[in-house]
């Protein structure tokens, strides 16, 4: 038994097109509300969080939705395609909604009057420039209300798709795998993040508060267009899928597809129901810490800290790419718990530490302290999902995919409107790390009871079977 890399890596084009868009997304649209709209980091974290609100909702419906389609294209394709085109589409839209806005903010003189101030401190200079803009789209709100109307499009279209594309790969990969299975499916999806990241830097996305972002934007769906056209040449979902059930047939580790087809449902016992439970709420703590930092890091970095983002991110990405394989392969030796409470430690060190830089500080000292959370990110993310999908039967994958998300999104609501209050209450430098730090290290609390969600092990034939070789 061992993974098929080069199918895993094909169904993994359509998480490389999600991470694309939303490594984009998470980077310019805090900017253009800050920047562009001038709202204040509440205002602005209750938009971000959007996504989130209609995620909880959504996810679960169309993971369900999709364990009971059936097409010639298969159970999730379908989802993959249309979403996918749809969320191209309008997010190209979004940014000609912004470039109307940001004409009127040129046309105030606002860039001229940032220029030519210099006698105040970088947060009240900043805070003088967000009430002038602000004070502008109040006059006219119609730009905001197409910004946000149109930012729905985008994110329903994203939601009909995220289930059924993160689904996919516990469809055609047999339970024992399904970790380094996930080690793949991120990694491609890192690609995705890190290619846009590149795009950032050339486009100098955090060089100029009051940039255009359609060239952007037109090149990172470009990249996604180009992850959509290679899923849809190259991945055989119902051939695939067929296959991994009569996999997980021989191998003894489930009961036969035909049960599952009559609508037999896994109950869970109450140990497992509990195990589930404490593995969500993990999800949702260490969310709550990583998405209070990744959804206002752009605005932090440029803003607070006078740093490059871009750079730092594709630091933090690399690093993450660095430890997919390896942390997939741990963790089928020593289980996903134990690697899972590892990276917690990590991602928590690595916030903590981040408390300590200032504007003051060398901007490579970021570096090391984004290596050590990218990898510690990679650690949790690769062993999660899979333990929420190991106690589901296979006809009930996208429920469980959903279950995870719900916990996911849930989290994600919270975090930008929570941390945005904390931020104008009592200071983005002051909090920013702090915040990240506190919820992260309280997941390594709820994980550390849980008791069901790791691997079936199976004995190892022979020396070359362990390294997974012919």
């Not at 971000?48 to 993971?63: R, Y």
């Not at 394709?77 to 912004?98: N, Y």
């Not at 502008?136 to 594309?165: D, E, H, Q, Y």
Request: with cysteine.
């Amino acid at each position: 038994m061992k993974l098929n890399y080069k199918r895993t890596i094909l169904v993994g084009m359509a998480f490389f097109l999600i991470s694309a868009f939303w490594q984009a997304y998470d980077a310019i649209v805090p900017l253009i509300l800050t920047n562009h709209f001038g709202l204040p980091q509440t205002a602005s974290g209750a938009v971000m969080s959007i996504d989130n609100v209609l995620a909880v909702f959504m996810l679960p419906i169309f993971g369900a939705l999709s364990d009971k389609v059936n097409t010639k294209f298969g159970k999730r394709t379908p989802f993959i395609v249309i979403g996918s085109v749809a969320a191209i589409v309008a997010f190209i839209g979004l940014t000609l909604v912004d470039n109307y806005q940001l004409a009127r903010v040129i046309e105030a003189g606002i860039p001229e009057i940032r220029g030519a101030c210099a006698d105040m401190s970088a947060e009240a200079y900043d805070e003088y420039i967000r009430k002038l803009t602000v004070e502008l789209t109040i006059k006219n709100p119609a730009p905001l209300i197409g910004f946000i109307a149109t930012l729905l499009v985008v994110l329903v279209s994203m939601a009909t798709f995220r289930s059924p594309a993160v689904a996919l790969m516990p469809d055609v990969t047999v339970k024992p795998l399904r970790s380094k299975g996930n080690a793949i499916i991120n990694l491609t999806g890192t690609a995705g993040g890190i290619l846009v990241l590149v795009l950032g830097m050339v486009f100098a996305t955090s060089k100029n508060h009051y940039m255009q972002y359609t060239g952007y934007v037109v090149a990172v769906t470009a990249i996604m267009l180009t992850g959509l056209i290679v899923f849809i040449l190259c991945v055989k979902e119902k051939q695939w899928a067929k296959e991994m059930e009569e996999q997980t047939v021989a191998l003894g580790l489930e009961d036969t597809p035909a049960e599952t087809e009559i609508g037999e449902k896994r109950k869970l016992s109450r140990p497992e129901l509990v195990s589930l439970l404490l593995i969500l709420a993990s999800v949702a703590l260490w969310f709550i810490g990583y998405n209070s930092i990744t959804s206002k890091y752009s605005v932090y970095a440029t803003n607070i800290l006078g740093f490059d983002f871009n750079f730092t991110l594709i630091i933090a990405q690399a690093a993450a790419i660095v430890s997919y394989i390896p942390v997939g392969i741990v963790s089928s030796k020593l289980g996903r718990k134990k690697t899972i409470l590892a990276g917690i430690v990590m991602l928590a060190s690595a916030f903590l530490i981040g408390n300590f830089i200032t504007p003051k500080t060398p901007e490579f000292i970021m570096y090391p302290v984004f290596i050590l959370a990218g990898m510690g990110w990679a650690t949790i993310n690769v062993n999660s999902f899979p333990m929420v999908v190991e106690l589901a039967k296979g006809g009930d994958v996208g429920k469980y995919t959903g279950y995870y998300y719900t916990a996911s999104m849930s989290a994600q609501i919270v975090a930008p409107i929570l941390s945005g209050i904390l931020y104008d209450l009592i200071g983005m430098r002051y909090v920013f790390f702090a915040f990240g730090t506190v919820f992260v290290a309280l997941s390594f609390v709820t994980m550390f009871f849980v008791k069901h969600g790791d691997a079936k092990v199976l004995e190892k034939k022979s020396a070359l079977e362990h390294l997974d070789v012919d």
